[in-house]
């Protein structure tokens, strides 16, 4: 194999295009921890900045250890380098082994290394007939030779040191992404690429025309498990992302945070202290939008879900952003293929982890909450195929605000007691938890008993509403409310049936 610098070409969209593959597979997707310090030291490469490498930088920047990290009493970026160098290595001999291209970090140090793999159909072929033993030999190798040999060694070295490189540029708007690919950009960031917890990778931004990047760097943001999708932002009195898409239906979701007005931010405030237009192909699809009132507080991850977008034709999706009162702001663009028109299933199970059920579905990790506390319970639950659905659990006064688009909708909740009953760490049995659930303010469960209507604990139980509507925000919100003891929820889904 051969550094791939000394290849010809355009190296870093080869590059790019294998860590975009990478980060994509199975094997980074249950490892997102690898996948972001991954995506960080390429990052650095691609943009000259290898140099920069260092331990603390790691640590700080892509492993989210505080400022007073220190390097000397905690281990954790050379730990994290070994295991991601074994991650590499165990994908390059299974899923990746016919990759031209493969990337390695060679141990001592942190910058990347992208090789070029020989083609096998590029060596010389030679038939067994041809090969006879020969006689062995002693060698003698002129001085000149070995001096040559070394020089070539040197320029070797030179071209897979860590050292500054052109950076790279913006995506160029005209290069469409694969048909049936799901584009997630973060609207502002000019860091590394960022792997959530799902293993989803969100690109820094591009595709955009005039505004400006921010950041709220540690600032909360209510209601996420995941804040950095929501503390950068593009702002401006107008600005445009025109984003290259194949042929095709799409579900549009626009991320949004308020961290600039209201109540304890720097510009105080409240509702009416920014407000702005949102147009998709030339067509207003937001008026007079106003993040603190549709999220319901500043400093709260919102998102806005649009169903049944196509490309304009010239192939781009055109958003425009304009400023009414104050500055347009944008947090986060997620483009993904719905070609039946259709907001995408949304199924959520309280835990930290993803999870593909017998049926194939996905459910992803736990979301859109405020209030409560969670607890994973490893028990065996009954009634259900899916019995690691029900192993988490929220309990407490607790809502969740799920995003959708106008339509009609099929909401399933999933129960199971777990904690109260014969034999269980909180005894009882049926009275023993009894809660509502509302709907928009609608009530959907009055009194309701898990392990009554279940009839048990570790029982599995479904309740299923339909033709449930958003409110005037585009959202389902969901409240929890105790009468006896805590309520709770194992897992939550929503399918669009409009």
Request: charged letters at 25%; glycine letters at 10%; one cysteine or more.
């Amino acid at each position: 194999m051969r550094p791939l610098s000394e290849c010809a070409g355009h190296q870093h969209d080869e590059e790019r295009a294998e860590l975009r593959t990478v980060l994509s597979s199975p094997v980074f997707a249950r490892a997102p921890s690898l996948a972001q310090f991954l995506s960080y030291v390429c990052e650095k490469y691609f943009r000259g900045e290898a140099d920069q490498l260092k331990e603390y930088n790691i640590a700080v920047e892509a492993l989210g250890r505080p400022a007073e990290f220190d390097q000397k009493t905690n281990a954790i970026v050379r730990v994290e380098a070994s295991r991601l160098r074994k991650r590499l290595q165990r994908y390059y001999e299974t899923e990746g082994a016919s990759h031209t291209v493969q990337i390695t970090i060679p141990p001592g140090q942190y910058a990347p290394v992208f090789v070029r793999k020989r083609s096998e159909a590029a060596l010389p072929s030679v038939s067994p007939e041809a090969v006879s033993p020969a006689p062995r030999r002693r060698w003698w190798i002129p001085p000149a030779m070995l001096a040559a040999v070394g020089l070539i060694m040197l320029i070797a070295w030179r071209a897979l040191r860590p050292g500054p490189r052109p950076a790279p540029p913006v995506v160029a708007a005209g290069v469409a992404p694969d048909a049936g690919a799901e584009i997630r950009i973060l609207a502002g960031r000019t860091a590394a690429d960022y792997v959530d917890n799902r293993g989803k990778l969100w690109l820094r931004d591009r595709y955009y025309t005039g505004g400006q990047a921010f950041t709220a760097a540690g600032q909360p943001i209510h209601r996420t498990t995941e804040p950095d999708l929501f503390r950068g932002r593009r702002e401006g009195a107008e600005f445009r992302y025109d984003i290259p898409l194949p042929p095709g239906v799409y579900q549009l979701r626009l991320l949004f945070a308020e961290t600039v007005f209201g109540p304890g931010n720097i510009a105080g405030g409240g509702e009416t202290s920014r407000l702005f237009h949102v147009d998709i192909n030339g067509r207003r699809a937001l008026q007079y939008f106003d993040v603190i009132n549709n999220a319901g507080g500043p400093n709260t991850a919102d998102a806005v879900v649009f169903k049944n977008i196509a490309p304009d034709a010239d192939g781009r999706l055109h958003l425009q952003f304009v400023g009414v009162k104050d500055q347009a702001i944008l947090s986060g663009i997620e483009i993904l293929p719905a070609p039946d028109g259709r907001m995408r299933p949304f199924r959520i199970r309280v835990h930290d982890q993803s999870y593909t059920d017998r049926a194939g579905r996905t459910w992803e990790p736990d979301c859109c909450f405020t209030g409560g506390q969670t607890v994973v319970r490893p028990v065996r639950v009954a009634a259900t195929a899916d019995p690691e659905l029900y192993q988490g659990e929220r309990f407490g006064n607790f809502s969740y605000v799920i995003p959708v688009p106008p339509g009609r909708y099929r909401l399933t909740l999933h129960f199971a007691e777990t904690w109260f009953g014969p034999g269980k760490p909180g005894g009882g049995g049926a009275g023993s938890r009894v809660f509502d659930v509302y709907a928009n303010g609608v009530a959907l469960l009055r009194n309701f008993d898990v392990f009554k209507q279940a009839g048990g604990a570790d029982r599995a139980i479904q309740r299923t509403f339909r033709g449930v509507a958003p409110n005037a925000q585009g959202k389902i919100v969901l409240n929890f409310v105790p009468v006896v003891n805590y309520a709770c929820v194992n897992a939550i889904e929503v399918e669009d049936e409009s």
